[in-house]
């Protein structure tokens, strides 16, 4: 699969919230999950590809009601790609907000070994 195509099918994972399927799919077995900060239960920094499944999973269980992703086009650069995405979400015990981040992930070998995230 070439970069421009993960970069697709990346953010049409990301637009349907399917996040386990884009990481089964596109992540390589050692890859890692950096966020802004250690925060709500989640570390900085998240290793291996089961790990990032269930981080994953641990941030679909704390919402409530999803409204829609917005995926901005992917740009890439090399062996980068990076878009932003829009959630429009609901937390459980929090109100409806939207919120947006920088999303941008390394390939190699035809896989994602990093994503890191910006907000």
Do not use: W
Request: with cysteine; hydrophobic share 40%; charged share 30%.
């Amino acid at each position: 699969m070439t970069i421009q195509e993960i970069a697709q099918r990346l953010a049409a994972y990301c637009e349907k919230e399917d996040y386990t399927g884009a990481h089964k799919e596109l992540y390589a077995e050692d890859a890692i999950s950096i966020e802004p900060e250690a925060m709500g239960g989640f570390e900085k920094e998240t290793k291996g590809l089961q790990n990032i499944i269930r981080k994953g999973e641990l941030f679909m269980d704390l919402i409530e009601a999803s409204y829609g992703v917005k995926i901005s086009p992917p740009l890439i650069a090399g062996n980068a790609i990076a878009f932003t995405l829009a959630m429009d979400t609901k937390f459980k015990g929090r109100e409806r907000a939207t919120f947006e981040e920088l999303c941008v992930y390394v390939v190699k070998d035809g896989k994602v070994i990093s994503e890191q995230f910006f907000f």
